[in-house]
């Protein structure tokens, strides 16, 4: 499956990195922390309840208040 330009800039993905070739045979998602390091990665299907609560593991919780809408 494919993404053109437009899909990628309108869903806000400019800065997702994909990795090609290797002998994977399964996609892998792989949360990767503010430093460069793995924090965490998956081989299967992880909903997103799952993958917010690693994300407030490894930056902490929101603050809501200190949030600015766009």
Known sequence: ???NAAT???L????VK???GGQTTMPRVR???PDGTTVTEWGE???PAEI???VRKAL???VYSQMQAE
């Open 60 to 62: 902490g919780d929101p």
């Open 8 to 10: 990628i800039r309108d």
């Open 18 to 20: 994909v990795s090609q």
């Open 52 to 54: 917010g609560l690693e």
């Open 45 to 47: 299907f992880e909903g």
């Open 31 to 33: 949360l990767v922390g």
């Open 12 to 15: 806000g993905m400019e800065n």
């Open 1 to 3: 499956m494919t993404c």
